[in-house]
């Protein structure tokens, strides 16, 4: 394979690969003319492609003016190649070479090219109106990805590989950390449990955004701890009827706690609200986790009974 600039007679080339891909896709064809192609690889950009034995594999292309990422597409059959990410750096390193303004991008939203983004360090900085979401990459964030910089690396997908967490039945992705050796009969903790438990079990447990933890009640009280990330919400509904919404982060200036218990009995669910975040944090339960000791909560029947809350239980639920 071979990488380099584009120039104009590359065009037609080019435009087979926008028009064949599977995301993101173009649906009105006269949106993207061909003077749009020659002014962003002449006067207002500068473009980059790959090819092999003549055929153009993928480009991508710059908007100097506007600073922002015009296109970036890998012909499908092509992808996983490194060919996306190649492009990619090489059109930022151009840029960032000669400037220090700050780019941005657009992508629709649950969409693989969203995930590209992400891991290569692009911060999402808003939501559009067309459903699509807008990131930015600064000079200074592309000097740290450059550098390998752990704090772009550790985003959610770094923590469920390094944790090894696993997709979890009410939402999130998790891993059990501890088991208590201990074993307490259930005489000593009541019938409230359905049999013997551990002393205390506790796992790791992370959400990213547009994901939640489903509303669902155990018999043990809860305590959840923050780890990294972004804050996270979770909505408690006590047995008594009322309302708690803790906040789990580091900001304690902002009404944020490290930790946080969950009564037993009580009916909760949590989300991360931060466009493009994620939440990593702990929670601990004694006497220890049973599924046998875990409800998931019925839609209907829980806003019925909670009716003051009918919004927060069907987003959770």
Same mark, same amino acid.
């Given at each position: 394979?071979?990488?380099?600039?584009?120039?104009?007679?590359?065009?037609?080339?080019?435009?087979?690969?926008?028009?064949?891909?599977?995301?993101?896709?173009?649906?009105?064809?006269?949106?993207?003319?061909?003077?749009?192609?020659?002014?962003?690889?002449?006067?207002?950009?500068?473009?980059?492609?790959?090819?092999?034995?003549?055929?153009?594999?993928?480009?991508?292309?710059? *908007?100097?003016?506007?600073?922002?990422?015009?296109?970036?597409?890998?012909?499908?059959?092509?992808?996983?190649?490194?060919?996306?990410?190649?492009?990619?750096?090489?059109?930022?390193?151009?840029?960032?070479?000669?400037?220090?303004?700050?780019?941005?991008?657009?992508?629709?939203?649950?969409?693989?090219?969203?995930?590209?983004?992400?891991?290569?360090?692009?911060?999402?900085?808003?939501?559009?109106?067309?459903?699509?979401?807008?990131?930015?990459?600064? &000079?200074?964030?592309?000097?740290?990805?450059?550098?390998?910089?752990?704090?772009?690396?550790?985003?959610?997908?770094?923590?469920?590989?390094?944790?090894?967490?696993?997709?979890?039945?009410?939402?999130?992705?998790?891993?059990?950390?501890?088991?208590?050796?201990?074993?307490?009969?259930?005489?000593?903790?009541?019938?409230?449990?359905?049999?013997?438990?551990?002393?205390?079990?506790?796992?790791?447990?992370?959400?990213?955004?547009?994901?939640?933890?489903?509303?669902?009640?155990?018999?043990?009280?809860?305590?959840?701890?923050?780890?990294?990330?972004?804050?996270?919400?979770?909505?408690?509904?006590?047995?008594?009827?009322?309302?708690?919404?803790?906040?789990?982060?580091?900001?304690?200036?902002?009404?944020?706690?490290?930790?946080?218990?969950?009564?037993?009995?009580?009916?909760?669910?949590?989300?991360?609200?931060?466009?493009?975040?994620?939440?990593?944090?702990?929670?601990?339960?004694?006497?220890?986790?049973?599924?046998? *000791?875990?409800?998931? &909560? *019925?839609?209907?029947?829980?806003?019925?009974?909670?009716?003051?809350?009918?919004?927060?239980?069907?987003?959770?639920?």
């Amino acid at each position: 394979m071979i990488f380099r600039e584009a120039t104009i007679n590359d065009i037609p080339a080019m435009h087979v690969v926008r028009m064949a891909v599977k995301e993101n896709v173009l649906n009105n064809p006269d949106l993207v003319t061909e003077t749009d192609y020659k002014n962003y690889l002449t006067t207002e950009g500068k473009g980059w492609l790959c090819e092999e034995n003549g055929e153009v594999l993928g480009f991508a292309i710059i *908007d100097t003016s506007g600073t922002n990422i015009w296109a970036l597409f890998v012909s499908p059959g092509h992808e996983r190649k490194n060919i996306g990410r190649t492009l990619h750096d090489t059109m930022l390193d151009w840029h960032f070479a000669q400037s220090d303004q700050s780019l941005w991008l657009s992508t629709a939203i649950d969409t693989r090219a969203e995930e590209f983004y992400k891991k290569a360090g692009w911060i999402i900085t808003q939501l559009l109106k067309t459903r699509e979401l807008k990131f930015e990459m600064t &000079a200074e964030l592309w000097k740290l990805q450059k550098e390998g910089s752990r704090s772009v690396e550790k985003n959610a997908a770094y923590y469920i590989k390094k944790l090894g967490l696993t997709k979890h039945v009410e939402g999130g992705s998790y891993k059990e950390s501890y088991r208590s050796p201990m074993v307490l009969p259930n005489a000593a903790i009541g019938n409230i449990f359905k049999g013997d438990r551990n002393a205390s079990t506790a796992i790791y447990f992370l959400l990213e955004h547009r994901q939640y933890s489903a509303m669902h009640r155990i018999a043990a009280d809860e305590i959840w701890h923050f780890y990294e990330g972004d804050p996270l919400h979770i909505y408690e509904i006590h047995p008594g009827g009322r309302l708690f919404v803790h906040t789990l982060g580091r900001d304690i200036e902002k009404g944020q706690h490290h930790q946080c218990i969950i009564a037993a009995g009580s009916w909760f669910g949590s989300r991360c609200e931060v466009l493009g975040g994620f939440s990593l944090v702990g929670c601990t339960v004694a006497p220890g986790f049973d599924i046998e *000791d875990f409800e998931l &909560a *019925d839609r209907e029947k829980l806003s019925r009974e909670y009716p003051a809350y009918e919004k927060i239980i069907r987003e959770l639920t």
